[in-house]
């Protein structure tokens, strides 16, 4: 058994991420659900900090989990997909 790198729990049917190392050395984690994996790996939006499970918007701001928050901090230019 492998023990999630979050909430270190012991499990028999944990998995394995491996980043693409972009800036950094490629980095394996250990996670028993996706739960734990998209707190360790999704960003966080720049405005109301919930974590980005879809695409989101980027701007030079930041990124955001939809265009209304892009455009609180002045990402008046974009617009989430239709």
Known sequence: MARCDVCG???DKTFEIRTAGIGDAPKVMTFDSFECAIEALAPRCGHCGCRIIGHGVESAAGMFCCAHCAAHDGGTDLRDRQ
């Open 9 to 11: 729990n012991d499990y």
